[in-house]
């Protein structure tokens, strides 16, 4: 138990303690006492320094940096003659960073609807590669169709062109005559005067041959319905799409499930029969299912590679990039 | 394969009893979890780690019966347990697992001709 008046003699000491810190702390000096009072050196950036940051964060693929450095550009240095292309440059690397809808937002803006500003007509572009990149391939053509309709440049129709060309090669799945065809006929567009900057004639007789050839593409592509139809007999639509392994798995493995049940059948035992059947119901559906599928891929395979040989080397068809690259290729068999 | 067929003996949470009984095709696809845990649990762990794809089929099982239910799911399974280890190697794309190679053949790059 303690009395009142041992209360209001702590109370006391409590207070004497504290006013003594306290006049302590306002006393003491802030650093050493022969420390220098410290003069704070402002650091001046100025807008070049501000770009050229955000210009090497983007070099060297730190497109989160970049953005932000181009933000900051911007925000700092609003009426610099720069400030349209740190937009631009924000809006690139939101594509970089698959950003995509962020990007087509950014490049929509800069685009704007009369395409007049500096960066606008590759910002109109490069809104198309957002749409391809979400898989929206009509959206992309639909876009540089507009783009073509409101400015009036032979080159920027050219450069629109190639892009839909590609744009149709690239997103329609699976790869019919008749896209190869929309394709060709896009690329054959692109003027005279452009056909040195774009491999016009090579992309033109690759399709073709593609098309008609006896060995071109089309030609050599797996029907998935007569895989499928083949499949009645276990492993022979494997064995179309050139499957040989698969192909005789599944033609022994049903075989022998077949005669199982067969067996079982004949020997009075329909309870195992049943659960036979059963289970080679599964594997027989599984082995038309697992032909179609095979015929789609192999055709996707084939398609991807023709892409792939038809694209041109060492270069991208988007227009950030238009420099010479070489790669290095490591096949490791296991 | 029997373990499918006694999912719905030893799984644990399946019931078939009159009004609070399930649609069949969610039995189904219940059952045929519980027969894939069942295998994961007790039969994998001896029979060993041996299979060549990514990922594994008994997971590759049970994302397709997830993603397509009971019958697809169930052809599904049957097709890759066919396919497991042959031609697909020299198909689809390597990927290292823990450091080992395998050969990455999810459901999406078997039901893209169908779902895209």
Request: aromatic content about 12%; some cysteine.
């Amino acid at each position: 138990m303690i009395s009142g008046g041992q209360n209001r003699k702590n109370f006391r000491v409590t207070f004497a303690l504290m006013l003594f810190i306290a006049a302590g702390a306002w006393m003491m000096p802030a650093g050493p006492l022969n420390a220098q009072p410290l003069q704070p050196r402002p650091l001046q950036i100025d807008a070049r320094q501000q770009l050229a940051l955000a210009d090497h964060f983007f070099a060297i693929e730190q497109y989160d940096a970049a953005v932000t450095e181009y933000q900051r550009f911007c925000f700092f240095f609003p009426e610099h003659d720069r400030v349209d292309y740190a937009r631009y440059r924000i809006a690139m690397g939101f594509f970089h960073q698959k950003a995509y809808e962020t990007a087509l937002a950014r490049f929509g803006h800069i685009a704007g609807t009369d395409y007049a500003g500096e960066f606008s007509i590759d910002a109109g572009f490069m809104a198309s590669r957002c749409y391809t990149a979400m898989a929206m391939g009509a959206r992309a053509v639909a876009n540089l169709k507009n783009l073509m309709n409101r400015v009036d440049d032979r080159a920027i129709h050219d450069r629109a062109c190639y892009e839909i060309g590609w744009i149709y090669l690239e997103t329609a799945r699976p790869l019919t005559a008749a896209t190869l065809d929309t394709a060709q006929s896009y690329f054959a567009r692109i003027s005279e005067k452009s056909r040195g900057e774009y491999p016009v004639g090579r992309l033109i007789a690759g399709l073709d041959r593609a098309r008609t050839a006896p060995d071109g593409l089309m030609a050599s592509m797996k029907r998935p319905r007569l895989a499928g139809g083949l499949a009645v007999v276990p492993g022979a639509g494997y064995l179309y799409t050139d499957r040989y392994q698969d192909a005789l798995i599944a033609f022994l493995f049903n075989a022998g499930m077949i005669i199982a049940a067969v067996e079982a059948f004949d020997n009075g035992n329909e309870a195992l029969g049943c659960i036979i059947a059963g289970v080679e119901l599964g594997f027989y559906a599984g082995n038309i299912y697992g032909s179609i599928s095979a015929a789609h891929k192999y055709n996707r395979q084939r398609a991807d590679a023709f892409l792939n040989d038809l694209r041109p080397h060492g270069t991208s068809t988007s227009p950030d990039s238009q420099s010479p690259a070489i790669g290095i290729s490591i096949d490791i068999p296991f | 394969m029997l373990l499918v067929l006694a999912g719905p003996v030893f799984g644990g949470d399946t019931t078939v009893d009159g009004a609070t009984s399930k649609p069949s095709g969610a039995v189904m696809k219940t059952a045929a979890d519980d027969a894939i845990s069942l295998f994961k649990k007790y039969i994998s762990p001896i029979d060993g780690d041996r299979c060549p794809m990514h990922p594994t089929c008994s997971q590759y099982s049970s994302n397709a019966f997830q993603k397509h239910g009971a019958i697809m799911g169930w052809i599904m399974t049957c097709d890759r347990l066919m396919r497991c280890g042959r031609n697909e190697l020299a198909v689809s794309p390597r990927i290292f697992v823990n450091g080992k190679p395998k050969c990455h053949d999810p459901v999406e790059s078997n039901d893209f001709w169908w779902t895209e």
